[in-house]
């Protein structure tokens, strides 16, 4: 079969849409951040994921132009204002990089399952396989530098053992007693109270900087909720004694220029909340505590309705850039008839 007549599926042009509206968000943001950051480890990994960036959207614009599809729009140097004053600690990049580098693995290895044409699952199984190095080299250069956020030790098993009793799951009766959290909830608990650390700064620094009263509040609203989100997943630890995370100091400056457009912003807050909301479903089904499930679910449908007043936002001020789609034939249909 001649390859030029295999047309893309809605699932590669949904991958492809979305994979070029990321990596352009986050090459603006990793342009703005190249320009302050000094740290001599820190840099070279910025200039990597940001080349990396670069050149995905490179090859993406080739896949349009080769398939005919409309450019997305996008984010670009109109996006950016590249002479406002520093924003982020030079530890805050690269904890940005080594999370940013999380969400793309997740990202990638859907995008390469829901693929079928073969130069599609070969660029994003490449993009999985650059993010995968990235992220390594960035959890590395963390741990050498000792600005690394560990998960908690617990000790080894020294023997196997086997669920003797259907109250393992139990965690709602006050009255019975709760078993000690297990090391894949621990896992989960702490995973989620590092994404929910970076989101919470990362609204502190656009609620500052956006010139707009919508975006300031849902950016505070968000930081609220990240915290709020964070001491829930905390004291679940604490109650079976698991020392508390220590997350490194990821902090912003207290500059309140405008660094980066509100759509930009908006955008990135929807990404870290639709990341957010598959950590707590991967966690909800993973943990095995009724208790915790029912945690996670609740907290997915917070994270949900936050994330709809922000699409609200975006469309009220035409930031919203729409996804492709099918077109609604039954409507066309009708303006036939009215001509």
């Not at 599926?9 to 849409?17: G, K, M, P, Y």
């Not at 090859?59 to 005919?68: G, K, S």
């Not at 656009?206 to 915290?227: G, H, L, R």
């Not at 997915?300 to 001020?317: P, Q, Y």
Request: charged share 20%; proline share 4%; net charge neutral.
């Amino acid at each position: 079969m001649n390859k030029k007549n295999v047309h893309l599926t809605a699932a590669e042009i949904a991958s492809v849409w979305a994979g070029y509206m990321n990596d352009s968000m986050t090459r603006s943001v990793l342009r703005f951040m190249l320009k302050h950051v000094n740290d001599p480890e820190i840099k070279p990994l910025i200039q990597q994921s940001y080349d990396i960036a670069v050149h995905r959207i490179e090859q993406l614009q080739q896949v349009f132009e080769e398939e005919n599809y409309a450019t997305p729009n996008g984010f670009s140097e109109q996006d950016i204002n590249m002479q406002a004053p520093w924003l982020f600690t030079d530890v805050f990049c690269l904890t940005y990089v080594t999370h940013m580098a999380r969400i793309g693995m997740s990202v990638y290895s859907g995008f390469v399952s829901m693929s079928i044409k073969k130069e599609i699952r070969d660029y994003f199984t490449q993009g999985l396989q650059e993010t995968i190095m990235l992220y390594n080299q960035a959890t590395q250069t963390a741990l050498e530098k000792g600005v690394n956020s560990r998960q908690p030790y617990i000790e080894p098993p020294k023997e196997i053992d086997y669920v003797n009793s259907k109250k393992y799951f139990n965690g709602f009766n006050p009255f019975s007693e709760k078993r000690p959290i297990n090391a894949v909830e621990i896992a989960h608990l702490y995973t989620n109270i590092q994404t929910n650390e970076i989101g919470s700064k990362l609204c502190l620094a656009f609620a500052q900087t956006s010139p707009s009263k919508d975006v300031q509040n849902f950016m505070i609203k968000s930081k609220n909720m990240a915290q709020k989100h964070i001491k829930i997943f905390v004291n679940e630890m604490l109650k079976d004694d698991v020392g508390a995370p220590q997350v490194p100091d990821v902090g912003v400056s207290d500059s309140t220029t405008q660094t980066f457009s509100d759509a930009l912003m908006m955008f990135h807050m929807s990404l870290m909340m639709s990341a957010g909301v598959g950590n707590y479903s991967t966690a909800a089904a993973a943990s095995q505590r009724a208790d915790l499930q029912m945690n996670y679910q609740r907290l997915s449908l917070e994270v949900a309705e936050l994330a709809k007043s922000g699409a609200d936002i975006m469309i009220d001020h035409h930031w919203f850039e729409q996804p492709p789609g099918i077109k609604d034939r039954e409507k066309l249909a009708k303006q036939k008839g009215k001509g």
